[in-house]
């Protein structure tokens, strides 16, 4: 029996082997009218543990975790025998390339400014 607290690392291995199963990035396939569509995304996983023990209270201790993330990245569309990839559009992704843009026209306008007045 563990002392409390103390976790099995094969067990939180595991789950996180569980986790990242190949149905998570390629998912159900639907089907209509002929064509057939598989969802695809992209999964992303950390994870960590440590133990120790007090040197004053003899006291035991270990923990662990993972974490895993996931996103839309695209589909698969399999028409006539061909198959064709189809990238999602990340909303976030393209906010972020237009604050980016819009910063560097900033900087850009502000160097020109500064030399007009020198």
């Known amino acids: ?34 064509v057939t569509v598989i969802p695809v995304a992209q999964l992303r ?9 007090d040197a004053d209270t003899d006291a035991a201790g270990s923990g662990g975790g993972y974490a895993i993330t996931a ?4 589909v698969l569309v399999i028409r006539d025998g061909q198959v064709e990839w189809q990238p999602t559009r990340d909303p976030d992704r393209l906010a972020l390339a237009g ?20």
Do not use: H, K, N
């Open 1 to 34: 029996m563990r002392p409390p607290g103390d976790i099995d690392i094969g067990s939180v291995l595991q789950g996180a082997q569980r986790s990242t199963d190949v149905r998570r990035v390629f998912g159900d396939a639907i089907e209509r009218d002929g």
């Open 71 to 74: 996103r839309p990245v695209g």
């Open 45 to 53: 996983g950390a994870g960590g543990g440590g133990g120790g023990t």
């Open 99 to 118: 604050l980016a843009t819009f910063a560097l026209v900033l900087l850009v306008v502000r160097g020109a400014l500064r030399r007009g007045r020198s």
